[in-house]
């Protein structure tokens, strides 16, 4: 008899999964403002644009400590500086 739920991934499909994740990520956080509506699904929208707000209502002191271990807040920073689009 088969079980109706379905079985976790192995530990090689959860960790390709995550690298998936990880990479889409960093895509997301190098998209300008007005090309993610047409990247991301609603949720991802909401969050990055929630995440974005957090880090650009930030001062530049506390954002650039940040910075040293949330690549959200180093993107906000390479925005401030120019390096990446609004």
């Given amino acids: ?3 109706t ?3 976790p991934p192995r530990k090689n499909e959860r960790d390709y999964l995550n690298a998936m994740a990880v990479a889409r990520a960093a895509e997301i956080r190098m998209i300008a403002n007005s090309e993610l509506p047409g990247f991301c ?3 991802e ?3 990055e644009r ?3 707000a957090y880090w650009a209502e930030m001062d530049q ?5 940040h910075a ?3 690549k959200d807040a180093a993107a906000e920073v390479a925005r401030r500086n120019g390096e990446l689009p609004r």
Avoid: C, I, V
């Avoid at 002191?61 to 400590?65: A, F, I, Q």
């Fill in 1 to 3: 008899m088969q079980s």
């Fill in 5 to 7: 739920f379905e079985k």
């Fill in 41 to 43: 699904s609603p949720n």
């Fill in 45 to 47: 929208l909401a969050a």
């Fill in 50 to 52: 929630s995440r974005r």
């Fill in 61 to 65: 002191t506390n954002l650039e400590m």
């Fill in 68 to 70: 040293t271990y949330d």
